[in-house]
C-alpha cells in the first residue's frame, strides 16, 4: 500500500464565513504592502539614491588608506578617527570583524559615504536610528547622508558574517 494516494472526489471544500474574511484580509494586507514598497522608495527619508559603483577590494582599502591618512583627527580604541572634509567623500570599510575607521562628521553637513567589504556580505546598521543597509564586496555603495543630530552614533554588523559577527561595531561622531 503506498502512502501517496488521490484524495477521495469532492475533498475541497471553499472556504466559507469567517475564513473567507481571513483570506480576503490577508490579501488585502498583500496588496497594501506591495503599493508600500514603491511608494517608500520614492517618499521614505531614509533611503539610499542606490548609487553604486564596481570597485575591486584592493583598489577601495586603498581610497581608504589614502583618506584615513590624509583626514586623521585621533583615535579610538586603536582605530583612527577621520574627519571628512563637509560636503566631501569619507570611507568606510568593512572587514571580518570591523567597521573602519571611526568617522567624525559634522551636524548638518552632507557628505558622500563610501562603503565596501573586502571579504563578504555584511549589514551596515546605524543605531539607534535604525538605517540598514547592505554591504558587498566589489561594490562602492555611495550613501548621501546629513547628518541631523549631534551625538554617537554605533554602527552594528546585521548580517551574519562568522565567528566574530557579534563583535564588529563601529562608530559615528557627530558634532556641532
Ligand atoms: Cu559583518
Same mark, same amino acid.
Given at each position: 500500500?503506498?502512502?501517496?494516494q488521490?484524495?477521495?472526489?469532492?475533498?475541497?471544500?471553499a472556504?466559507?464565513?469567517? &475564513?473567507?474574511?481571513w483570506?480576503?484580509?490577508? /490579501?488585502?494586507?498583500c496588496? !497594501?504592502?506591495t503599493?508600500?514598497m514603491?511608494?517608500?522608495?520614492?517618499?521614505?527619508?531614509?533611503?539610499?539614491?542606490? &548609487?553604486?559603483?564596481?570597485?575591486?577590494?584592493?583598489?577601495?582599502?586603498?581610497?581608504?588608506?589614502?583618506?584615513?591618512?590624509?583626514?586623521?583627527?585621533?583615535?579610538?580604541?586603536? !582605530?583612527?578617527?577621520? &574627519?571628512?572634509?563637509p560636503?566631501?567623500d569619507?570611507?568606510? +570599510?568593512?572587514? /571580518?570583524?570591523?567597521?573602519?575607521? !571611526?568617522?567624525? +562628521?559634522?551636524? *548638518?553637513?552632507?557628505?558622500?559615504?563610501?562603503?565596501?567589504? /573586502?571579504? +563578504?556580505?555584511?549589514?551596515?546598521?546605524?543605531?539607534?536610528? *535604525?538605517m *540598514?543597509?547592505?554591504?558587498l564586496p566589489?561594490?562602492?555603495h555611495v +550613501?548621501?547622508l546629513?547628518?541631523?543630530?549631534a551625538?554617537e552614533?554605533?554602527?552594528? @554588523? *546585521?548580517?551574519? @558574517?562568522?565567528?566574530?559577527?557579534?563583535?564588529?561595531?563601529?562608530?559615528?561622531? !557627530?558634532e &556641532?
Amino acid at each position: 500500500m503506498s502512502s501517496i494516494q488521490s484524495p477521495p472526489a469532492g475533498w475541497f471544500k471553499a472556504p466559507s464565513g469567517s &475564513e473567507r474574511l481571513w483570506i480576503g484580509i490577508a /490579501m488585502a494586507w498583500c496588496i !497594501v504592502m506591495t503599493i508600500a514598497m514603491p511608494y517608500w522608495l520614492f517618499f521614505g527619508k531614509q533611503n539610499s539614491t542606490g &548609487e553604486s559603483y564596481r570597485v575591486t577590494p584592493a583598489a577601495f582599502a586603498k581610497r581608504v588608506g589614502t583618506f584615513v591618512e590624509s583626514h586623521k583627527v585621533g583615535d579610538l580604541q586603536g !582605530v583612527p578617527i577621520v &574627519e571628512p572634509a563637509p560636503g566631501g567623500d569619507a570611507y568606510l +570599510l568593512a572587514r /571580518m570583524w570591523q567597521w573602519y575607521p !571611526v568617522l567624525k +562628521l559634522r551636524k *548638518n553637513q552632507t557628505y558622500r559615504v563610501h562603503i565596501s567589504s /573586502m571579504d +563578504l556580505q555584511h549589514g551596515f546598521s546605524l543605531q539607534p536610528l *535604525n538605517m *540598514n543597509f547592505q554591504v558587498l564586496p566589489t561594490y562602492d555603495h555611495v +550613501l548621501t547622508l546629513t547628518p541631523t543630530s549631534a551625538g554617537e552614533f554605533s554602527i552594528v @554588523c *546585521n548580517e551574519f @558574517c562568522g565567528i566574530g559577527h557579534h563583535l564588529m561595531t563601529g562608530r559615528i561622531l !557627530v558634532e &556641532e
